[in-house]
């Protein structure tokens, strides 16, 4: 049995913490006073997004929704660092979008080979040897990692092609794929053959070649979500060029014209966009005509909207090659294959600033720790200015500065978070 397409999944993601730094004092035998020499803890691993070709659906994220990546390992003596926690890498299919799960804003489009890094590993925390100064010789303290991002996002598949093929079921799109491509999906005589996209490459000449596919389950209402349709309308999104195709054989006793309009309609409830896209009209199935007044009805009907026909039996072979090549012909003009730019906004993030503060101080140091203080640290960027500004502006509000000097802090001491020193000043 086949496994189902799957083209969405929620997902939740979260990169590897970072390793603790370590409180360490050289010891060896004839050596006085060594020194500390505590090791730096490892930086926490990056949830990685790569493309693989190889992959058709997000079938992969169907049942396992939540990805970690490991953690940095803890620093150690004699000035050794922990070791980084290993990325964790995550495949998808070629024309998958990633969004935010609360906004639905897309973060990265991952059309191209590039490797993605949708979460980044937390800073190893600074072990003592960091902390030693020519006043303070013997620092007793180091620091925690620092925690790693967590995000949940939605992928979302929308196939790459540069021809869509769209109609109603059972109308011989799957036969026209077969035809002009080596793609071979499941054809038989009843509606709702196909219950998956399908892709083929066509090859025109030497040199000429695109891809096509075969978008399954449109009917009256698909937009509304009756059907499949709503399923597969979101990989119509990115073809260049639309063949609708119109079955005009009368053998079911459906109006052509009638098709044609309802799709359209389909197309338009889905996105204006694309129901202004470049189309091409194959009325299908000539062979088996049973009235060839169906034929003119819709001939007349699509040259009236500027729209160019094809007569065609896919299944005789019968017209598809001027369609394939008028097909080459339009997609030179064509801009190329919608790649989307991200909409994705790095927002402040909300940090509680309630809890408890753990302050103790070592000489002229006040080393500083507090749970929503690692959260604060790891959504800084300490290189702009207004980031600097805002976390200047969380400390004060917090109510960290008043118990500092509260305590007795006085100008010119250091203060440290984490892995973050500064000279205190009113």
Known sequence: MAAPFVDTAKITVRSGNGGNGVVSFHREKYVAAGGPDGGDGGRGGDIVVTVHDHMSTLMDFRYKRKYVAANGADGQGKRCSGKDGEDLVLRVPRGTIIRDSATGEIIRDMSD??????????????????????TRQVPRFAKAGLPGETREVILELKLLADVGLVGFP?????????VVSRARPKIANYHFTTLFPNLGVVYVEEGTSFVMADIPGIIEGAAEGAGLGRDFLRHIDRCRLLIHVVDVSGSEGRDPVADFQAICAELAGWSPELASRRMLVAANKVDIMEDPALLERLRAHVEGLGLELFELSAAAHQGTRELVQRCAQLLQELPPVAVYEPTYVERPPEVDTSGDVDIQQFDDTWVVEAPWLQRLIANVNFGDYESRN????????????????????????????????FEYQR
């Open 390 to 421: 805002w976390f200047d502006k969380m400390l004060r509000q917090s109510g960290l500065f008043d118990k500092l000097e509260e305590m007795g802090i006085r100008d010119g001491d250091i203060v440290s978070l984490y892995d973050l020193e």
């Open 113 to 134: 080979d590039k490797p993605f890094v949708l979460c980044r590993g937390g800073r190893g925390g600074w072990g003592n040897k960091h902390f030693a100064t020519p």
């Open 170 to 178: 059972n109308v011989g799109k799957s036969t026209l794929l077969s």
